[in-house]
């Protein structure tokens, strides 16, 4: 195989006659990647052995057997050497600058949202910090094979920054929450802080703006029904927790008759095809049945759910009743991992359980909500989540030549069960190469790394003292 | 700190006077690890920042701080780079061998057992796949940080020598079940095998002989006696499954009237102190008092059982009651993964989803499982299992210099939720350096490549074809 791109390289060198000029005209592509088995996850889950993918500017262009080979020629080729071609993976429920904090606060404490986070965030967030831990959380995504990410966080502008310049894709959602944050001072100041982030990135080629009020518990009525009117506007979505703990409509401040979360957020008009749920563990097959009629999307992750002891969404169901459910692992306080190798192996695993079922999501199936599933729940399947003619190339390469890989029969059950973020050789976003035989292309991380040690050290005394009063408090949302 | 380590072993040279003689004989140890944040895993859980450990022939001699750079040299000195220096952890539940079947029969087939890893053993097995895969299986191990791994399986004489080939430690019961197997083709001939075997390695540095009865619904009564007759004679240990499945019990060929596999295996007089039982899911506080009476080892294998639907063990109502509690993969078919890293996170995880206690099992307690507590199940904890002076030096070092692995403010939470395979840099046993800088020193994978690819497509096509049948043969059990 090797052999024969060498000869086919060497034709187009031959064939393109003379002067650089001239050789340039020949390419009809930008880069071609072979040699590897390629996963379309397209709606026939076609697998090619032996595939090629062809990209132009940042699209696909063609994927097909090693014919393609014959008719495309590109400047670059990359050998996927046996390794395994698809989608870049889409985790498509992340606050990824609080890895800044990660590790922190795992010493036991049931009330860790409202006694830990909150505390730690009012002290310690800013701008800068914000930045610069995105930088980082972006290149671990980027080694891992992450290509498209949702966040739910503050300051999106500096994140959108940060992401564009390690190169990823990202749904970046500014978060409205009735209470003063980093970048508002004023309760709900993020309805306003979005405005000129969402108009500046509305046509970004890699950052989709969006909206992200925290959740029905600390976001009034009226404030959700003004975000809804705003993404409408704006034509952007809506990123929202829902359904994360039991009995969420209780704690409205304005209740309506509505009996779940979900349904209260029909009641109040403001379910529609924009809004994409985090979590939806405790859903009725009533909520079920509005999410799907609404066109919502839900992002199951299934992790940070039961290390947080929440429990376990009826990702399965939805899954089998069509509907846009994608994966995500939560925030780097809650899953303390950025990627979704661990959370593919979850994903399944506790579906198993929950239905005492061996048989059912089986590591195709992952793999589905893990590309297509998540650009679904993101209502971007239009341009991303699988390997096809017109779309976005966001692709990565995982290899199959190290101990944990071999054997290799089935590629997905590889994925799922053996590989590690360490097994992606090679990522590409938006056509772009970002790590290639895991040398980061864009960033490197010696870079950041005297910033990440600066922030670390900032916030260690800080959080340990934080700590010794959290553990006292008991309650789990108070 | 590196500079520091340079100009003491220069001193050391200095002070050796001139002559190569003379320089040897001022070593007084063999290793020296520095410049790490030493786990001891010692009865107190001590952490040393800038920590030291020093090794002689197999063991280690002392523990401390930077001032033991002042009182031992050794011609081997090295650099933890900041990195977490703590024991190798101990996979307490394993069948190495069936890496050679990994990935395959993922399609969701209900009775897996029976009508799949069966049927799949009974065509393909062999001595020469046994000694290759176990290879295999050893250098997966040694990348990823297990130092100790117990087995039951076939052809342990085989095992014993791929595993010493690779330089890790093993605990290899020979599986003693009904029917005829690759290495015995009378029902039970494993009882008759394993005696050469056992006293070929009775007295071996690395490996420790053992019967391994498959189950109490797959070995007779007589034959459990006659197994526990002969552990003592030869004093080794006895690994079974027990309450794997709900209600074993009912599937005992003599029952007596024992409630439960654990009573029964009381009641028929088995149940000692040399016992390890893998998985314990189905237990109830009586078997659990029984098993701690008997001073039995436990191994929870939470990855495995919930990937195959079978459910939780009580491990954290074990390990609170001081039970000697271990962790383990299960075979390669099971979880997948024949190292730690993953089910580190689902033996917290899936205790806090059974109670419902986001709380319970902090890292520090997983951590504590995976070595000390896994040396424990196996009644080894006076060998291994911690960094105490005495022990053998069984040690490895895990880098926190990874995007992955920053920042680190816990290492427990560091290795338990952030750390994968990929960052364990160097892997010690017996005092011997298996691997380092993520080099294999023993065995390398490429010597064996051409074995695993050999048999890897021997294997293929008959399990394509024995899949389609076994996808359809429905109930779990039979």
Not at 165 to 175: C, H, I, K, N, S
Not at 215 to 229: C, D, F, G, H, R
Not at 328 to 340: A, K, R, W
Request: proline share 4%; aromatic share 6%; hydrophobic share 40%.
């Amino acid at each position: 195989m090797k052999l024969k791109s060498l000869v086919l390289s060497v034709s187009a060198v031959l064939l393109s006659g003379c002067g650089t000029m001239a050789k340039q005209q020949e390419y009809n592509a930008d880069l071609i990647i072979n040699n590897g088995q390629v996963l379309t996850v397209n709606a026939d889950m076609q697998v090619i052995d032996d595939g090629v993918v062809v990209v132009k500017n940042d699209k696909i262009i063609a994927v097909g057997d090693e014919k393609l080979l014959e008719q495309y020629y590109a400047p670059k080729n990359i050998d996927a050497n046996d390794g395994i071609v698809m989608p870049g993976m889409i985790n498509a429920h992340n606050h990824l600058p609080m890895i800044a904090f990660r590790g922190l606060g795992e010493e036991g404490i049931s009330n860790r949202l409202f006694a830990y986070f909150f505390p730690l965030e009012a002290q310690k967030l800013s701008r800068e910090l914000i930045y610069n831990a995105t930088k980082l959380g972006a290149i671990d995504l980027a080694q891992s094979g992450v290509t498209t990410y949702a966040d739910m966080y503050y300051h999106m502008d500096e994140m959108a920054k940060a992401t564009k310049e390690v190169g990823l894709r990202a749904v970046l959602g500014e978060t409205v929450i009735k209470f003063p944050v980093v970048d508002a001072k004023q309760p709900y100041g993020g309805i306003q802080y979005a405005k000129p982030f969402i108009e500046e990135y509305q046509n970004d080629p890699l950052i989709t703006p969006a909206y992200a009020p925290h959740a029905v518990y600390t976001v009034s009525k009226e404030k959700l029904q003004e975000i809804n009117q705003l993404s409408e506007d704006y034509d952007v979505p809506v990123l929202i927790h829902v359904a994360e703990f039991p009995n969420e409509e209780a704690r409205i401040k304005d209740p309506t008759k509505a009996t779940s979360p979900v349904e209260y957020l029909e009641e109040i008009g403001v379910l529609d095809e924009r809004m994409v749920i985090a979590h939806g563990i405790h859903l009725s097959q009533h909520d079920q049945a509005l999410l799907k009629q609404a066109d919502a999307g839900v992002v199951y992750n299934p992790m940070a759910n039961v290390k947080g002891a929440t429990g376990i969404a009826p990702a399965w169901d939805m899954f089998r009743a069509d509907m846009r459910v994608g994966l995500g692992t939560d925030g780097p306080m809650s899953s303390n991992q950025v990627d979704l190798w661990r959370t593919l192996s979850y994903a399944a695993n506790m579906q198993r359980l929950k239905h005492s079922d061996r048989t059912i999501m089986i590591p195709e199936q992952v793999i589905e909500m893990a590309t297509i599933g998540g650009a679904k729940a993101l209502h971007m399947e239009d341009e991303i989540g699988s390997l096809e003619v017109g779309k976005k190339a966001d692709i990565i390469i995982v290899e199959t030549q190290s101990a944990n890989m071999m054997p290799s029969y089935d590629p997905y059950a590889t994925l799922v069960y053996q590989a590690n973020p360490s097994n992606v050789d090679t990522t590409i976003v938006n056509g772009k190469v970002v790590m290639e035989q895991r040398q980061m292309k864009t960033i490197q991380l010696d870079d950041i790394r005297q910033s990440v040690e600066a922030f670390e050290s900032d916030i260690a005394d800080f959080a340990k003292e934080l700590s010794k009063k959290a553990i006292k408090s008991k309650s789990l949302m108070d």
